[in-house]
């Protein structure tokens, strides 16, 4: 008798996936990441990176990156806690602090570990969180892996928001939101959402992934960009997207970062990033700041570029002052055929689907770079006006 493959029930369902046309598949790049890319053996322009001010394959940080990994070798062998913890590492942390303005801050190894690791020191049963509808996936893991009652409210309803605050008996209440949500390109209300935070005695934990290096004029997120500051505030940042390199950090009072230092386990429980990326890291931050306003202003101009040039008749382009700009185009299947349609003609815009957005708004999620350039969005606004010309049909 053979007995069955152990894995027969992923097969099955694997195959179902198939079947429903939900299988993912990764695309192949080689080369540099930029807009004009080599993806499947093909060259693509892309408009689908979050390396929104096109440091990612900077020179300067080409040369930064070389140099500390002569400096400091390539992996960092321990953990932060242990011998892990680089000069690079800490004088990274130094400069992040300073340059959004928080007393202190703390590196993680990526976003996804730095808002599991903030949420699960921070919260245990006793507490509740409130998130956002359309937060990031990582705030809404960490929230069930924290054990404490998650509410989600409305996207943006701050009234909403209020209303669950009041009702609340918790001992403590921790309010998260994404500063620019990751779909739409929108801003969280962060003035009005700070109002209610004290008010109800919460504190507030911003996800500036797609905020740091892009608003403010000094790019240094969306605490600039508001011009608020409070010590309630809890900010976290990605250093893969605008940033160009790779890993998170964590900044607030010193109270709060001593906290997580002692008990973060997805600080304490890894190996640290390579000191190197903190070189590159170094190195990137005045290209953010002082010298980044020109990428901040192509970036804008390109933004206005796209939402002047483009006059669809049933697809709408929902309003966002941000580089995510997301078409909306409602059916899964006519969202899937547009991004086909860009795909033959070489261009790479993602189809963006329930349940990673609300059912009967699936779109195209267009996100632009400072590294594009004015004929690339000609050439973007074209190819999408023939694919919904020809998929009216
Ligand atoms: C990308 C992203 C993250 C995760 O950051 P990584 O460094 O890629 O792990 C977290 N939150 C938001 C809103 C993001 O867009």
């Not at 807009?35 to 020179?59: E, Q, T, W």
């Not at 040039?309 to 409602?330: A, F, K, V």
């Amino acid at each position: 008798m053979t007995a069955a493959s152990p894995w027969s029930g992923l097969r099955a369902e694997l195959d179902e996936r198939e079947a429903a046309g939900l299988t993912r598949r990764r695309r192949l790049v080689e080369g540099v990441q930029q807009p004009d890319l080599m993806v499947d053996g093909s060259p693509m322009l892309s408009f689908c990176s979050n390396d929104y001010l096109g440091l990612a394959s900077h020179p300067d940080l080409i040369a930064a990156l070389h140099l500390a990994s002569q400096q400091a070798g390539v992996g960092s062998g321990a953990s932060h806690l242990i011998t892990g913890h680089h000069r690079l590492h800490h004088e990274l942390e130094e400069a992040l602090a300073s340059f959004v303005g928080l007393p202190r801050a703390l590196m993680f190894s990526t976003g996804y570990m730095a808002n599991l690791g903030v949420v699960t020191a921070l919260m245990g049963r006793d507490d509740a969180i409130f998130a956002d509808r359309l937060n990031h996936a990582s705030l809404n893991d960490a929230a069930v892996l924290s054990r404490a009652t998650l509410h989600r409210f409305p996207h943006n309803d701050v009234d909403a928001l209020a209303g669950l605050l009041a009702a609340s008996k918790a001992k403590r209440k921790l309010v998260i939101v994404d500063a620019v949500f990751s779909m739409d390109g929108d801003l969280a209300p962060l003035p009005q959402l700070l109002e209610v935070c004290e008010r109800h005695d919460a504190w507030l934990m911003l996800d500036d992934a797609h905020g740091f290096g892009v608003l403010g004029s000094g790019g240094r997120g969306v605490l600039e960009h508001f011009g608020v500051s409070s010590p309630r505030i809890i900010y976290m940042a990605t250093l893969g997207k605008a940033a160009g390199v790779f890993g998170a950090f964590v900044a607030g009072e010193p109270e709060l970062i001593e906290y997580l230092l002692q008990k973060s386990r997805p600080y304490i429980y890894t190996t640290a990033m390579p000191p190197a990326l903190a070189g590159a890291l170094l190195a990137a931050l005045p290209l953010i700041g002082e010298h980044g306003s020109q990428r901040r202003q192509q970036l804008q101009s390109l933004i206005t570029a796209l939402r002047e040039g483009l006059h669809l008749q049933r697809w709408q382009l929902d309003p966002s002052s941000t580089p995510i700009q997301p078409l909306i185009i409602g059916s899964n299947d006519e969202a899937v055929a547009a991004s086909e349609h860009l795909r033959e003609r070489g261009v790479l815009v993602p189809a963006i689907r329930p349940p990673t957005v609300p059912q009967g708004t699936a779109r195209l999620r267009i996100s632009l770079s400072a590294a594009h350039r004015h004929e690339d969005i000609q050439h973007l606004i074209e190819v999408l006006h023939s694919a919904e010309k020809d998929l009216a049909a």
